[in-house]
């Protein structure tokens, strides 16, 4: 939580102050209490007051004090709203390594099954476009508000050929750099899902230092475990190893702005696209709750005030 204006807050200070007053008013009233014989018989008649009942009235008041105070400081608390305008590209990667079973039931199955979730935390405003590569981009949705559209490329993919990240990376950038609502570029992101290394095509990371420029952040996912491998297309052949590549996926993810992160598993992989659907369509505001406080502080003192008039004339 943060407050607008906190020089209120040294207020505060003025509580232990308040207490040592109460403290002495309190020895005060005992030092000049007129004395009565009849001790036992008053309390009969009187009713005895618990210790804590006397102090409440005061104990309120002290609380009523703090709140208001705050509500004087305008506190704020950060919540997530959508976002109204924003791009992103979905840059999907169906090499023949997404072949691979190491992610059940296949890589490329489960980052289809992600990238749906991605798709569903994204708010209606959002502009979501597609990307999807192997040898090459083959398949290319520009940002559109119209979800479906992204999804009909992701559900189509067919895992095949080589890994072309830069161009694709390229084609994404493109995009994003048409992208033009009112006019003026919207912010935007890149999502990139790649399982192995960069086999043909231009330096992925080039490319990133483009978008960084552009201040198009990428996130990558680098999907797989180490020791994963997929059958050769030589049936003399031995299987093939496919590795994902984290540590380009990293320098990519730097030199844009963006972040990276690993998936080893269908459930990584489908809470990491849920995260980053929710980032990419909200974004932090400061929202004021000094309503709360203040409330909260005429109630308190309502209630030290009702405490007082029940209790005050008790004896102890």
Do not use: C
């Not at 050929?161 to 609502?181: K, M, P, S």
Request: charged share 20%; aromatic share 6%; hydrophobic share 45%.
């Amino acid at each position: 939580m943060s407050f607008a204006s906190p020089a209120w807050l040294f207020a505060l200070a003025l509580a232990p102050l308040l207490l040592l007053a109460y403290a002495a008013s309190r020895r005060n009233a005992k030092r000049y209490a007129v004395r009565f014989t009849a001790v036992p018989a008053l309390r009969l008649a009187a009713g005895t007051v618990p210790a804590w009942r006397r102090h409440l009235p005061a104990a309120l008041a002290l609380a009523a004090l703090a709140a208001l105070v705050f509500a004087l400081a305008k506190p704020q608390k950060t919540v997530a709203v959508p976002i109204e305008r924003a791009s992103v590209m979905l840059v999907t990667d169906h090499s023949r390594s997404m072949l691979a079973t190491d992610v059940q039931p296949n890589r490329l199955a489960a980052a289809q099954r992600a990238a749906r979730t991605f798709l569903d935390q994204l708010p209606e405003p959002v502009r979501v476009g597609v990307v999807a590569f192997s040898d090459g981009p083959d398949a290319v949705q520009a940002p559109s508000t119209d979800h479906s559209d992204a999804r009909r490329i992701v559900d189509a993919q067919v895992a095949d050929g080589a890994t072309a990240t830069g161009d694709a990376l390229q084609v994404a950038i493109d995009a994003l750099r048409r992208d033009r609502q009112n006019g003026k570029r919207p912010p935007s992101a890149i999502v990139l899902l790649s399982d192995g290394k960069t086999t043909v095509g231009p330096d992925p990371v080039e490319i990133a230092r483009t978008a960084g420029r552009l201040h198009i952040r990428i996130y990558t996912v680098a999907l797989g475990t180490r020791d994963a491998t997929v059958p050769n297309p030589n049936p003399f052949g031995s299987p093939l190893s496919v590795a994902p590549d984290p540590e380009t996926l990293k320098r990519i993810s730097d030199v844009s702005g963006g972040r990276a992160f690993t998936a080893e598993d269908d459930t990584q992989l489908s809470s990491i696209y849920k995260t980053l659907g929710s980032q990419l369509g909200t974004r932090e505001q400061k929202k004021e709750v000094t309503a709360s406080f203040a409330i909260g502080g005429l109630i308190l003192l309502l209630g030290a005030a009702a405490a007082s008039m029940r209790w005050a004339g008790r004896l102890p």
